[in-house]
């Protein structure tokens, strides 16, 4: 059964900063995209940034230049970066991964509350 156990959300005042981390229990991690994904009240699940086995990265409009996706791939651990965090950046944030061979996971989510 892989899990991917999300950490390092929490309340944050506008301008900090927060790191997010995200373990990977399977196999495969190194040859999978993994992304990072948010959703807010009323809102759709909304890709944030997303990072390629070979270490390409993809990232939302609303988040370059703040947002940081990096994966560590002896740990199988990915990880995001956010600075200059905005009120409209509170969400739950979801961890993802694509293997190779088509199955895709899902984290449990972990909040993100930036206050103004």
């Known amino acids: 059964q892989v899990r991917l156990v999300e950490s390092g959300g929490g309340l944050v005042q506008a301008g900090g900063s927060l790191r997010l981390s995200c373990a990977d229990s399977?196999?495969?991690?190194?040859?999978?995209?993994m992304g990072w994904y948010r959703q807010a009240p009323g809102k759709q699940r909304e890709l944030v940034a997303s990072?390629?086995?070979?270490?390409?990265?993809n990232y939302a409009d609303s988040v370059k230049g703040r947002f940081t996706i990096t994966r560590d791939n002896p740990k199988n651990m990915v990880y995001l970066q956010m600075n200059s965090l905005k009120s409209e950046d509170t969400a739950v944030y979801y961890c993802?991964?694509?293997?190779?061979?088509?199955?895709?996971?899902w984290g449990q989510g972990t909040q993100v509350t930036v206050s103004s």
């Open positions: 399977g196999r495969f991690f190194s040859s999978s995209v």
């Open positions: 993802k991964a694509d293997r190779l061979y088509g199955a895709v996971y």
């Open positions: 990072i390629t086995s070979s270490g390409s990265t």
